[in-house]
């Protein structure tokens, strides 16, 4: 899975700046987007927006806690997911959101979660990760407001 955000859109936390020299250019989204395309040619996935976002995934490999599970991708009301992974309890978080089972994918229910924290506030984010049961990794990015909620749980 691969996340990148323009300066404008979103701050990334000092601790993901890079140790290299302040001297060597950093790439661009588009270099960065192909070199991840260049790297998985069959298996990759991305799609970018205006402003300098781009969202990105590829299978998972053996490596990692997320291998063999599926990888989705979908927005709605202009906010996008990528999600990889699975949910335990999709059912009954289907039925707490008041979806409609058939049509609801694990990234649906990621974006609906998104938007009860984001319109329903103050309801803190790490709640929101609590209730999701399973080993997922999913990034949702509000094109609207350019907010971006991310987790990882293996």
């Keep these: 899975m691969l996340a990148i955000f323009q300066k404008q859109v979103a701050h990334a936390p000092a601790e993901l700046n890079s ?14 987007l192909r070199d991840f395309h ?9 799609t970018s927006f205006g402003g300098g976002a781009a969202l990105a995934c590829v299978a998972g490999h053996a490596r990692n806690g997320l291998s063999g599970y599926e990888r989705m991708f979908c927005g709605l009301d ?25 049509s609801t994918n694990e990234a ?23 209730d999701l049961s399973g080993s997922f990794a999913f990034v949702v990015f ?5 907010a971006v909620f991310a987790a990882l749980v293996i």
């Excluded at 140790?19 to 960065?32: F, G, L, T, V």
């Excluded at 984001?118 to 609590?130: E, F, I, L, M, S």
């Design 19 to 32: 140790p290299r020299s302040s001297a060597a250019k950093p790439k661009n989204p588009d270099e960065i």
């Design 38 to 46: 260049a790297l998985h040619p069959i298996e990759a996935f991305s």
């Design 108 to 130: 649906l229910l990621v974006i609906e979660a998104y938007r009860t924290l984001r319109d329903r506030g103050p309801y803190p984010a790490d709640q929101v990760v609590k």
């Design 78 to 102: 202009d906010i996008y997911c990528v999600f990889m992974g699975r949910l335990d309890n999709l059912s009954s978080l289907i039925r707490q959101y008041g979806l409609c089972s058939r």
């Design 142 to 146: 509000d094109n609207k407001s350019g």
